[in-house]
């Protein structure tokens, strides 16, 4: 059974960082995409970071410089680093994969930062 998830949110003042985790179980995130997004109140869903099968890194034009997607093969989990947080980045955080065209996603984790 596939399950992720995500751990590392909080309260933060704008300017500060925290670190996301999302541990993988059932599936190995080795060679495997993977994504972070995120959602705030009455917004849709967006994509923050993704870290294909074979590494390669994207992000949104809103986070590139200020967050980094990581993954511990050896831990089986992706991180996403951010630094430099603003008060629009408060939302609440998933983790995502996909498999055989099926998306899984992890339950969430609340970031919110104060200004």
């Known amino acids: 059974q596939v399950q992720l998830v995500e751990s590392g949110g909080g309260l933060v003042q704008a300017g500060g960082s925290l670190r996301l985790s999302c541990a993988a179980s059932g599936i190995s995130v080795s060679g495997r995409f993977m994504g972070w997004y995120r959602q705030a109140p009455g917004k849709q869903r967006e994509l923050v970071a993704t870290?294909?099968?074979?590494?390669?890194?994207n992000y949104a034009d809103s986070v590139k410089g200020r967050f980094t997607i990581s993954r511990d093969n050896a831990k089986n989990t992706v991180y996403l680093q951010m630094m430099d947080l603003k008060s629009e980045d408060t939302a609440l955080y998933y983790c995502k994969t996909n498999i055989w065209g099926g998306d899984y996603w992890g339950q969430g984790t609340q970031v919110t930062v104060s200004s």
């Open positions: 870290i294909s099968s074979v590494g390669n890194i």
